[in-house]
């Protein structure tokens, strides 16, 4: 059901420092800073060879990442992006697998303007993991 990674995000302090570090010093394609309201995030995609690193920075009071910098306050890994081409067909195989589907259940357009959803880390080995279907 899953194909390709699409992205590990790494859940930042400070977006425009890692943007930078992964420019001038990791010497990667990084993107400019995008804000994501109705997830509470600001976004950067840093783009690699075989895949993308999504940097993640707190937008707004309701934030779903707020709790996990205050967490690791050094930032860390946060979730990891699989595509699906089908993401209803793939949401309804695993609800009916018993895995717990975050939000109301329905996709909401992610970063890429695709339709995207997000499983419980604790169902998934302590990992988040969102789909996208591409
Ligand atoms: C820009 C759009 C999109 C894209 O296109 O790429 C995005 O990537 S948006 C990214 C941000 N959006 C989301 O993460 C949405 C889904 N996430 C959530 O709904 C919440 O983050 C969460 C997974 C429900 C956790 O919320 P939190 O407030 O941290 O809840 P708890 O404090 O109750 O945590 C419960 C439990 O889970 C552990 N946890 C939390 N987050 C993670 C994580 N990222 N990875 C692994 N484990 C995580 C947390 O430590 C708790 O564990 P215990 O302490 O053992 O209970
Ligand atoms: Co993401």
């Given at each position: 059901?899953?194909?390709?990674l699409n992205h590990v995000a790494?859940?930042?302090?400070?977006?425009?420092?890692?943007?930078?570090?992964?420019?001038?010093?990791?010497?990667?394609?990084?993107?400019?800073?995008?804000?994501?309201?109705?997830h509470?995030?600001?976004?950067?995609?840093?783009?690699?060879?075989?895949?993308?690193?999504e940097?993640?920075?707190?937008?707004?009071?309701?934030?779903?990442?707020?709790?996990?910098?205050?967490?690791?306050?050094?930032?860390?890994?946060h979730h990891i992006c699989y595509e699906v081409?089908?993401i209803?067909?793939?949401?309804?195989?695993?609800?009916?697998?018993?895995?717990?589907?975050l939000?109301?259940?329905?996709p909401k357009?992610g970063a890429?303007?695709?339709?995207v959803l997000f499983l419980?880390?604790?169902?998934?080995?302590?990992c988040l993991i969102e789909l996208e279907?591409?």
């Amino acid at each position: 059901m899953i194909g390709r990674l699409n992205h590990v995000a790494i859940a930042v302090p400070d977006l425009e420092a890692a943007a930078t570090q992964y420019r001038d010093i990791l010497g990667a394609k990084v993107g400019d800073p995008q804000d994501e309201p109705d997830h509470g995030v600001t976004v950067v995609f840093i783009e690699l060879p075989n895949t993308k690193i999504e940097l993640l920075y707190p937008l707004g009071e309701e934030s779903p990442i707020a709790a996990f910098l205050e967490r690791n306050p050094a930032g860390g890994i946060h979730h990891i992006c699989y595509e699906v081409d089908d993401i209803i067909a793939a949401r309804d195989r695993l609800k009916a697998q018993g895995a717990r589907v975050l939000g109301n259940g329905e996709p909401k357009i992610g970063a890429h303007g695709k339709p995207v959803l997000f499983l419980h880390p604790k169902d998934f080995n302590g990992c988040l993991i969102e789909l996208e279907q591409v």
